[in-house]
């Protein structure tokens, strides 16, 4: 599998290109591959993408205040609902200090699962990003994220992530399938599961986007998820508020699953089960990035006020 480097995101903040960065200078997230199995199987506390922000709020902060009180609301929310957004602070408060944030749980899962998936989430964060002024997180079953500007319910189509797998073979069948498939999924206006025949594959939007911005959203999704993956047999394409998957029957039991995708799923879980033991996290975290780094070439890429570090493999 391979992950290619985009050259730049659109983001409110305007189109920002790459730009080399001392990884140890920083508060950075780890962009790790993972893998999907069939969609009854998926883990919903898989690593599939983060990002932290550079500039860091000092402790005690009205910010920091702010933003407790804002994650604690989205735990909360997803006990009943499988999307929210909060704004907290901002109409008392100097813009700088509030904070904006929003969690969404995959279409499928159940509200119970959406909050230990949520938990889960901002768990990481909380380790993984300190005192992060913005900060966001992609698991499999859910995604967090929040800043100190507002960002909530602004068109945002640039790609967070996206993963291709290896070209299949001329398989005709397969390419007319697979085009059904996602010619079903750009047209959800929620959450959508396809299927048909070897291809299968979901889609879904924010919560906060109209039926028609749902669809408009997915069919770019799509188009790019095209245009930048081509022929592969797997392809996972996340934008700022949608995000399209499909696979081959069978793929991600395969040995195309490399063992990168290991060292994924190896770190998320360490974060995920030692959430509450901060100094281990962070070492291990170190190792893992040390040995990231000599798998990988890692670069840096903005978007908004997020830093996201994406891999390409050799």
Same mark, same amino acid.
Request: contains cysteine; proline residues 3%; glycine residues 8%.
């Given at each position: 599998?391979?992950?290619?480097?985009?050259?730049?995101?659109?983001?409110?903040?305007?189109?920002?290109?790459?730009?080399?960065?001392?990884?140890s200078s920083?508060?950075?997230?780890?962009?790790?591959s993972?893998?999907?199995?069939?969609l009854?199987? +998926?883990?919903?506390?898989?690593? +599939?993408?983060?990002?932290?922000?550079?500039?860091?709020?000092?402790?005690?902060?009205?910010?920091?205040?702010?933003?407790?009180?804002?994650?604690?609301?989205?735990?909360?929310?997803?006990?009943?609902?499988?999307?929210n957004?909060?704004?907290?602070?901002?109409?008392?408060?100097?813009?700088?200090?509030?904070?904006?944030?929003?969690?969404?749980?995959?279409g499928?899962?159940?509200?119970h699962?959406?909050?230990?998936?949520?938990?889960?989430a %901002?768990?990481? +964060?909380?380790?993984?990003c300190?005192?992060?002024?913005?900060?966001?997180l992609?698991l499999?079953?859910? &995604?967090?994220?929040?800043?100190?500007?507002?960002f909530?319910?602004?068109?945002?189509?640039?790609i967070?992530?996206?993963?291709?797998?290896?070209?299949?073979?001329?398989?005709?069948?397969?390419?007319?399938r697979?085009?059904?498939v996602?010619?079903?999924?750009?047209?959800a206006?929620?959450?959508?599961?396809?299927?048909?025949?070897? %291809?299968e594959?979901?889609?879904q939007?924010?919560?906060?986007l109209?039926?028609?911005?749902?669809?408009?959203?997915?069919?770019?999704?799509?188009?790019?998820?095209?245009?930048t993956?081509?022929?592969?047999?797997?392809v996972?394409?996340?934008?700022?508020?949608? &995000?399209?998957?499909?696979?081959?029957?069978g793929?991600?039991?395969s040995s195309?699953?490399?063992?990168e995708?290991?060292?994924?799923?190896?770190?998320?879980?360490?974060v995920?089960?030692?959430?509450? %033991?901060?100094? +281990?996290i962070?070492?291990?975290?170190?190792?893992?990035?040390?040995?990231?780094?000599?798998?990988?070439?890692? &670069?840096?890429?903005i978007?908004?006020?997020?830093l996201?570090?994406e891999?390409?493999n050799?």
């Open positions: 599998m391979f992950m290619e480097l985009h050259n730049h995101f659109s983001s409110s903040l305007g189109t920002i290109s790459l730009f080399s960065l001392n990884l920083i508060f950075f997230y780890f962009l790790l993972s893998s999907v199995f069939s009854g199987h +998926i883990n919903g506390y898989m690593f +599939i993408y983060g990002g932290c922000s550079q500039d860091r709020y000092p402790p005690d902060s009205p910010f920091e205040v702010h933003l407790n009180s804002l994650l604690s609301s989205i735990v909360s929310s997803s006990s009943q609902f499988s999307y957004a909060f704004a907290i602070g901002n109409s008392s408060t100097p813009d700088s200090d509030a904070a904006y944030g929003l969690y969404q749980c995959r499928d899962l159940k509200l699962d959406c909050t230990a998936c949520v938990q889960n %901002v768990g990481q +964060i909380n380790l993984v300190p005192n992060s002024f913005a900060a966001g992609q499999d079953g859910c &995604y967090v994220r929040y800043e100190n500007i507002d909530l319910g602004k068109p945002d189509t640039a967070l992530y996206k993963k291709c797998s290896r070209s299949t073979s001329d398989d005709v069948e397969f390419y007319k697979r085009d059904d996602l010619a079903e999924l750009q047209a206006t929620s959450f959508r599961v396809a299927s048909l025949g070897m %291809v594959g979901f889609a939007c924010l919560g906060d109209s039926p028609s911005d749902c669809s408009s959203c997915l069919s770019e999704a799509v188009s790019k998820l095209k245009n993956c081509g022929s592969a047999s797997a996972d394409i996340y934008l700022g508020q949608c &995000y399209a998957r499909y696979w081959a029957s793929y991600y039991n195309d699953s490399s063992s995708d290991n060292v994924g799923r190896t770190v998320a879980i360490i995920g089960v030692l959430a509450g %033991v901060a100094v +281990i962070a070492r291990r975290i170190k190792v893992a990035a040390a040995r990231f780094h000599s798998l990988h070439k890692m &670069y840096p890429v978007y908004g006020s997020i996201l570090l891999m390409v050799w």
